[in-house]
């Protein structure tokens, strides 16, 4: 297990980017936290990171609980799954075909229960001693450590 203690935004856009650059096919980040705690900035970065344009407009998919980016190393899903009801309704947005063949980004990848694979990178967001600091702790990857 990693933690990284994130004084600024900026310092949560440049960890998502260093793990956008190591993301491959099959990988799944499961980006734990309460509201608030950082989740969705994590995620923009790593996205504008992985297909290499700062400007992508990445917007929140908390609506259609899925967004597909191309134009990376391989396919890209992001997944808010905080409005999924039931576990097996995220199976009716093609979810084992992102497993096996896309980098996947999931907020609230507790909705999915025990269909979350075990080979998930856990990424746990809190909050740090002031309102723009954030704690980061990664669980998984011990093949790709950060440094």
Request: hydrophobic share 40%.
């Amino acid at each position: 297990m990693q933690r990284f203690d994130l004084a600024t935004e900026n310092d949560t856009a440049r960890l998502g980017a260093r793990l956008a650059a190591q993301a491959r096919p099959g990988d799944i980040l499961a980006l734990h936290g309460a509201l608030g705690a950082g989740k969705t900035s994590l995620a923009r970065a790593f996205i504008r990171a992985f297909v290499a344009n700062p400007s992508e407009e990445v917007p929140s998919p908390t609506f259609t609980l899925v967004q597909v980016y191309e134009g990376g190393r391989c396919p890209l899903w992001h997944l808010d799954l905080y409005r999924l009801e039931r576990p097996e309704d995220a199976l009716e947005l093609g979810l084992e075909e992102g497993f096996l063949e896309a980098v996947c980004l999931i907020e609230w990848p507790e909705r999915l229960g025990a269909l979350l694979p075990e080979r998930s990178l856990h990424l746990t967001l809190g909050f740090g001693p002031s309102d723009e600091a954030r704690t980061l702790t990664l669980d998984g990857w011990q093949d790709r450590p950060l440094s």
